[in-house]
Each structure stands twice: as structure tokens, then as C-alpha cells.
């Protein structure tokens, strides 16, 4: 883990996230190889990638790879509800595509298992002995998650739970500003290993993410998704 945790430090992870429920466009794990190796080749440390593309961009990069799979219930996918590989079957999965890691859902939210969060994560560890990224949305979420067992805690659901601080509508255009308090609050209560992500969109936003105390960053749409990139610029001039 150790090791782990050396590689990101104070590096950019790209998040190349394509499938049915996002990015759809390029939800083939072909684009998603193509596009993380020209991330890596510009200096990327990691790829944060959904399982439908874990195998083919572990097989194409020397870097780590860090999976997710969303789990929408029945509806919830016009809502965008969803939670971040929330049993331990979506992880066995994860790492049976060869993950190096896998991130979790670690909100208060309704649970889709019959554990606790941390009934979960110490199975994570127990049966998988993987690196853990546990996605959070408040910073009692974010201690706890931690204070359980999670080797890093993601600030990736900040502003989308309702209860969160600032809580944005789902689909809100433009990003507002990140949540940097987020971060230095988790550091001030004990969090070490902080993944900033969520509405980061340049490498000032990135340089303030780690000024203000994560250990790494993760990037997505602002890379890896052309639609959005061209909705704003073209929302930016007007037209």
C-alpha cells in the first residue's frame, strides 16, 4: 500500500469513465486504452476507469489502475443515484480485471449489502488485501471511512449527496469552484491520504487542490470527455 501511495503522491489521476450512463459516446474500452495511454504519455501517475474497461487498460499502461463500477437501481439512472462499487461482488470483479485498487462508495447512503461501511471495508481487506479509495461526500463520511480502514478517501461525491454542503442540482453546467474546505477539514481531522476530485478543471485548480492538503488528483471530464469540453466552450462564447 505503501508503495501505492508513493507512486500518487502529489500526482494527476486521470479518470477516463465511459459507458452507458456517461460519456456514452465513447463507452467502448478501445477509446478508453487509446485515451489513457495518451494520458499516461503526458504525465498522468494513475487511470481511474469503470470495470466494462479495467482489463483492456491494465493490459495497455504501466501505471496503477483504479476501478470502479456504478450500480444504479431500478430508475435511478434518471436521477443519476447511483452508488460507487458498493458490494463485495462488484470488487471481486474489480480485481479479477486486474485492478490495482478499487473505489467504494463511503457515504451515509442507503447501502445495496447487509454490512455496515466498515463490515465492507475490512472484508475488502480481509478477502482482496486491495487499495482502497473510499468516495465521501461530507467530512464525517470521509473520517469514518478512513478511521476503517480506507487507504485513501475521495472527495469525488462532495456537493452530490443532498445532504452535502452546497449540494448541486444533477447535471449542473457550468462547474462551480471545487471543494477545497472539504479538503482541508479532512486533513485537520486526522485524514492523511486525500484524492481530490470533483469540478477540478485546470492544473491552477489542481496546484490549489494540493496546496490545500491532498495527497493526489483526479481529473476527468475536463480530459476525457469531448461533449462536455464542447458544451462549455461553446456555452463560454455565448452561442
Not at 68 to 92: A, C, W
Not at 130 to 143: L, M, N, P, R, W
Request: glycine share 10%; aromatic share 6%.
Amino acid at each position: 500500500m505503501e508503495k501505492m501511495l508513493e507512486k500518487l503522491k502529489g500526482g494527476l489521476i486521470v479518470s477516463c469513465y465511459a459507458g452507458p450512463d456517461f460519456n456514452a459516446e465513447m463507452g467502448v474500452p478501445q477509446t478508453m486504452v487509446c485515451v489513457a495511454k495518451s494520458c499516461i504519455a503526458g504525465g498522468a501517475r494513475a487511470i481511474r476507469t469503470n470495470w466494462e474497461n479495467v482489463a483492456a487498460v491494465k493490459a495497455a499502461v504501466d501505471v496503477p489502475v483504479i476501478g470502479l463500477k456504478k450500480i444504479y437501481r431500478s430508475g435511478d439512472m434518471i436521477t443519476g443515484d447511483f452508488r460507487i462499487t458498493p458490494t463485495l461482488k462488484e470488487v471481486e470483479e474489480l480485481v479479477k480485471a486486474g485492478a490495482d485498487g478499487v473505489a467504494v462508495d463511503g457515504t451515509i447512503r442507503d447501502r445495496y449489502d447487509d454490512k455496515t461501511l466498515e463490515q465492507f471495508i475490512r472484508a475488502i481487506k480481509q478477502e482482496f488485501g486491495t487499495f482502497v479509495i473510499a468516495d465521501i461526500s461530507t467530512v464525517e463520511e470521509g473520517v469514518a471511512a478512513w478511521n476503517y480502514g480506507a487507504d485513501m478517501v475521495g472527495t469525488t461525491l462532495s456537493g452530490y449527496t443532498p445532504y452535502s454542503k452546497n449540494p448541486l442540482p444533477f447535471g449542473t453546467l457550468p462547474s462551480p469552484e471545487p471543494d477545497y474546505e472539504i479538503i482541508r477539514e479532512l486533513r485537520a481531522a486526522g485524514v492523511e491520504h486525500i484524492v481530490a476530485e470533483g469540478r477540478i478543471t485546470n492544473g491552477e485548480k489542481m496546484k490549489k487542490a494540493l496546496e490545500a492538503g491532498a495527497h493526489s488528483v483526479v481529473i476527468g471530464t475536463s480530459i476525457t470527455e469531448p461533449r462536455k469540453i464542447v458544451k462549455t466552450i461553446l456555452m463560454d462564447a455565448g452561442l
